[in-house]
């Protein structure tokens, strides 16, 4: 069974960069079929799709976010990165790291909730001076 664990600072300053690391193991990143994605959950809202990247190492954006956001991959430590520019303190939230195959990526996009997958237990990002 693939296990995924997020890390990362807890607390980033308005303006900076946060930086997050999702550390995979029992499966490959470049697993054929399989999309791995990060998402948030800012406080009193639903999960928020932000992007991913695929097995072939391609990266999908939530537009929204497509000019703060990048994903990226190490895949000699199978491992996977967010990187959300010029942050303010509205980006404060819980943020996940996930394995969807391909079949649930719509699900993933629209409610990430109801995506079947393998999750990280999620990791507190404040963002605060």
């Known amino acids: 069974q693939a296990q995924l664990q997020e890390s990362g600072p807890g607390l980033v300053k308005p303006s900076q960069t946060l930086s997050l690391t999702c550390a995979v193991s029992?499966?490959?990143?470049?697993?054929?079929?399989?999309?791995w994605s990060w998402i948030r959950q800012p406080p009193g809202e639903d999960l928020e799709w932000l992007g991913y990247i695929a097995y072939s190492g391609s990266a999908y954006y939530r537009p929204v976010f497509s000019s703060r956001v990048s994903i990226s991959r190490d895949t000699s430590k199978n491992q996977f990165a967010l990187r959300l520019f010029a942050v303010t303190p509205e980006d404060t939230a819980v943020c996940y790291c996930?394995?969807?195959?391909?079949?649930?990526?719509?699900?993933?996009?629209?409610?990430?909730?109801?995506?079947?997958?393998?999750w990280g237990q999620g990791t507190q990002v404040t963002v605060s001076s």
């Open positions: 029992g499966d490959s990143i470049t697993s054929p079929g399989y999309y």
């Open positions: 996930a394995r969807v195959h391909m079949d649930q990526t719509q699900s993933m996009k629209s409610h990430p909730s109801k995506a079947r997958g393998r």
